[in-house]
C-alpha cells in the first residue's frame, strides 16, 4: 500500500499544508497580533492613569468637603460672603473693596441656591455686615457656609488638573502623577482651597496662565489669548498678584519667539541611514536653524512684545468685565477708609488702567502695608515683620517629603538640558511672588504663600526624568510619606505642621493666627463642652467671626471680670494664647491645661 500523497500549492517553493477549521480562521499574522495586543495595554494603561488621576482628586474633594462642613466661619469668610450677598441684591461695591470683585462672584455662584436674606437698610462694618448676614437674619450659616465655599472647591480640583497637565506636558505621565499627588495631599492646599475664600482661586487662575504660556511656544495664537484671560481673571480676584504681571508679559515675548523661530518637530522629512537607530526626538527639541539676522530679530521681537501687549490687555479687559458684570454702571462712592498714598505707590495706583474701585482697593491695600502688625514665629512675639518668617512658616508647614521633592525637582530643572527652557515658567515666577511675600507688612500665615505648593508641585514633576531606578523609588517613597503625612492630620488641616516639629498638636508653639487658629473650631467647641463638660461655668477668650452663643456656648469674658472670680473652664484660641499679656498673661499663669479643641483652642481648669 502506497504511502498518501500531499497535495502542493503552486508556488515557488514547497509550503506546508494549511488546516482548514475554527483554528485556521482564528490566526493573525504576528505582526498584526503584535500590534493588537500593544494597543490593548496602551488602553489599559490609560484607563489605570485615568483611575489613579480620578482617586486622587476624590480624595482631595473628600477631605475639603468634610473641612467644609465641620469649620465655622474663619475670620476672614464672613466678610466675603456677605460681600457676595451684596453684589447679588444690591450691585454695590461699598463693601470689601480692598479685594476684587471675581473670586466673591465665585462664592456668589455656590449662594444662589440658598436664597439668602439681607436687609437693605443695614448700616455698618463689613465685619459688622458678615455678623449680620450669618447670625443675625434669620440665616443657617452652616448652610450658607457650605454653598458658599463649595465653588471654591470645585476650582481648587480643576486647578489639580491643570497641575497635571503642565506636569505631563514638561515630563511626561509619571511626572503629572506625582505633581497631582503632592497637590492633592498638601495641607496648605486642602485647607485653604476648603474655604470661600481668594487666596486659592487667585494663584490657580496665575498656575493656569503660566500653563498656557508654556503650551504658547507651540501654539501662540491660541494659547496667548488665553493666558491673558486666566492672568486678568487672577488680577481680578486678588491683587497681591500684580507684582508678578510683568514676568508674565516677558514670558510672552519668549513663547511667541520660540514658536516662530523654531519649527514643528514633524516639519521636513528626514531620511535615516539604513542602518540607523530611530532615534524619539525630545518634547522640547528643535532642529538647529540659520541665524537671523539683525533686522528679521527686531521684527520678531516686536511682532512678540505687542502679541504680548495684547495678552496684557485681555487681561485688563477681564478685570473690568468682572466689575461690570457686578454693576453695569460703575456707580462708585469712595469710602471713608481709602488712604492718601504718596510716592511710588500711589503713582502705580493712579496710573494702572483699571477701574476706579479696583483702584482704590489698591490704595487700602497699601495702607495695610503702612500699619504695624503683630507676629509669632518660635514662641517669639514681636511687632512689624522678619523677612524671613515665610521660609520659616512653610518649613514648619510643609510634609517634609513634600519639601524634598520640592528642591530635588527644581535641581532637576536646573541641571536636566530638556527642563531648563521651563525654569521661567515655573521657578522664576515661584521665586518672584515668594521675594515680594517675604517683604509684606503682614506675618499672618503660609496662605499668602499658597502659590508655593502649586507651582513647586509641578518643578518636583522633574525628577521622574532622573534615569536612575533608586531615584525612582525614593520618588515613590517620598510621595507616599506625604500621603501618610496629609492623611494622619485629617481632618485638621489647618494647624498642621509636619513631624519634625510635632505635627498640628504642637504647631500653635511655633506659629499663630492662620497657620493655627483662624475661628475655624468654635463648633466643635459647643460639641466638646456638652460632651465632656456640661453645665460648668465657661470663660472664653475666642479669636474669630463666629458668634458662640449661636453654637450654644454661654460663656463669660475673664477679661472684664476681677482675676479672683474667674474660676472653673477657661477656653482661649491659641492665637490670643500665642499674644497674651496683662491680665489674660497672668489667668494663664495660673490655669492648667487639660483639653485641646482641633489644635486651635486651648481649654484651662482655673481654681
Known sequence: MSAPQVTRPRGDGPTAPRPSGPAAEGERPGRFGGLLRSVRSARRRRWLYALVVVALLAEMAVAMVTTAVEQTPTIDEPVYVASAEVYLKERSFRYNPEHPPLGKLIIASGLVFTDARLDADFVGSQTALGRHVLYESGNDPARLMLYARLPVIVLTLLFGLVVLAFARDLTGPPGGLVALALYAFSPDVIANGSLATLDVPATGFLLTALWLLWRARRRPLLCLPLAGVALGAAAATKMSVLPVIPVLTL??????????????????????????????????????????????????????????????LIAVAVVWAAYLVVDPRMRWAAPDNVPD???????????????????????IQFGFEYDIWQGFLFGRLYEGSLWYYLPAALLVKTPLGMLALWTAGSAAMLAVRRLR??????????????????????????????????????????????RRRPVHWATAALVCFVAVSSLRTYPYYLPYSNEAFGGPSKTHQRLHDSNVDWGQDLGRLADHLDRRHPGERVWLVYKGAGVPSYYGINASDPLRAPLGEVHGLLVVSDSAVAKADGRLAALLDTSTPIDDVGHSITVFRRR
Open 421 to 466: 527652557p521651563a525654569v521661567p515658567y515655573v521657578l522664576v515666577p515661584a521665586a518672584v511672588l515668594l521675594a515680594i511675600s517675604m517683604h509684606g507688612a503682614r506675618d499672618l500665615g503660609v496662605r499668602y504663600a499658597v502659590f508655593m505648593p502649586m507651582l513647586l508641585a509641578v518643578a518636583a514633576a522633574g525628577v521622574t526624568l532622573l
Open 341 to 363: 498714598i504718596r510716592g511710588a505707590r500711589g503713582r502705580i495706583a493712579a496710573w494702572l488702567p483699571f477701574p476706579e474701585a479696583y483702584r482704590d482697593g489698591m490704595r
Open 251 to 312: 514670558l510672552g515675548v519668549l513663547s511667541f519667539w520660540h514658536a516662530h523661530r523654531t519649527p514643528a518637530l514633524d516639519a521636513g522629512p528626514r531620511t535615516p541611514a539604513p542602518d540607523a537607530r530611530p532615534r524619539v526626538p525630545e518634547p522640547d527639541e528643535r532642529p538647529q536653524l540659520p541665524a537671523l539676522d539683525a533686522r528679521a530679530r527686531i521684527r520678531l521681537l516686536a511682532y512678540g512684545a505687542a502679541t504680548a501687549v495684547g495678552m496684557a
